[in-house]
């Protein structure tokens, strides 16, 4: 017998029901980047709209987890990066794969959009390393630095709007502006306003 098996079930055991709302977040996420790729593969409309549906599920599957460890009373700390693991891919990796294939493809897009994710990832870091300082000795923080990364959810739901009106691809809301060598969508600067509020360590937002 494989001498991790051990390890393999101890971990399993460690999980609580909390934690596999977690996961179906993450899986949420991963699918909205998934269908987000077959979009550009058929360019069926419907695969956009069921991606953004997968985001808003995500944060469904959000709450409900930390819902169920208050009412457990459940908390640890591999719930803890489960949930910053499963948020960077649905509301950091899966709205900026949308946005790509919604139509902002530009070289001046990619680094908006890559600025956005590596906002998200550094946003969720601080947040675990200052859980404790924040949380004044209680269960949950008292409030957030930044805006918390679930809300990038509003950007799926503007794609899902530009969608419906036919307002991807070429014809993007805001049309496309030629920057030196490369192309930039001004909707892109959406998820950079995004991304820079995530980080941002003046903005306080009382946790409710």
Request: net charge positive; hydrophobic share 50%.
């Amino acid at each position: 017998m494989n001498s991790s098996s051990p390890r393999h079930f101890s971990m399993i055991r460690e999980f609580h029901l909390a934690d596999f709302f977690t996961l179906a977040n993450a899986a949420s996420g991963m699918g909205a980047v998934l269908l987000s790729m077959l979009y550009m593969g058929n360019r069926s409309r419907d695969l956009l709209i069921a991606a953004a549906a997968l985001v808003l599920l995500a944060l469904i599957f959000d709450s409900l987890d930390g819902r169920i460890a208050r009412w457990r009373r459940k908390h640890s700390v591999l719930g803890r990066e489960l949930d910053s693991l499963s948020d960077i891919i649905s509301f950091g990796v899966a709205p900026a794969a949308l946005g790509f294939a919604a139509g902002l493809r530009g070289g001046w897009d990619w680094i908006a959009l890559l600025y956005f994710v590596c906002c998200g990832v550094s946003r969720l870091a601080r947040f675990n390393v200052t859980a404790e300082d924040l949380s004044k000795g209680g269960d949950a923080v008292a409030y957030f630095e930044g805006t918390p990364i679930p809300t990038s959810v509003l950007l799926p739901g503007i794609l899902v709007l530009a969608t419906w009106q036919g307002r991807i691809d070429e014809g993007v809301y805001g049309g496309v502006w030629a920057i030196g060598p490369w192309n930039l969508h001004p909707l892109v600067l959406l998820f950079v306003l995004s991304g820079t509020l995530m980080v941002s360590k003046t903005l306080r937002i009382r946790k409710l």
